[in-house]
């Protein structure tokens, strides 16, 4: 059975940091990129960062890149991705994703709300 369990969210003031995780189990954590994806409420999801498997390449969109970094544990199969400087397009219930790097194959997780106010 293929889990992605998201956890670390929660309520921050503008400007403060998050620090995201994903646990992984039921595939070969080698054989995937690794991703978070966001969504707020009346918009599409979009993605956040990725890191492939197995050379560990991040990729970052334009809208939190050098505000986070993208890592994987790969013992214990997890992706965290510490997030800082917390803004208000931030908002949003953020979902891990797994992807098969050369099959059209991917899993979701059930997602973590960041929420951000004063």
């Known amino acids: 059975q293929v889990q992605l369990v998201e956890s670390g969210g929660g309520l921050v003031q503008p400007g403060g940091s998050l620090r995201l995780s994903c646990a992984v189990s039921?595939?070969?954590?080698?054989?995937?990129?690794m991703s978070w994806y966001r969504q707020a409420p009346g918009k599409e999801r979009e993605l956040v960062a990725t890191i492939t498997n197995p050379t560990g390449t991040p990729y970052y969109s334009d809208s939190v890149k050098g505000r986070c970094i993208i890592s994987r544990d790969v013992d214990n199969y997890i992706v965290d991705l510490p997030i800082g400087g917390l803004k208000i397009a931030d908002p949003a219930l953020y979902y891990c994703n797994a992807t098969e790097i050369l099959y059209p194959v991917e899993y979701w997780g059930q997602g973590t709300q960041v929420t951000v106010s004063s």
């Open positions: 039921g595939i070969n954590f080698s054989a995937y990129a």
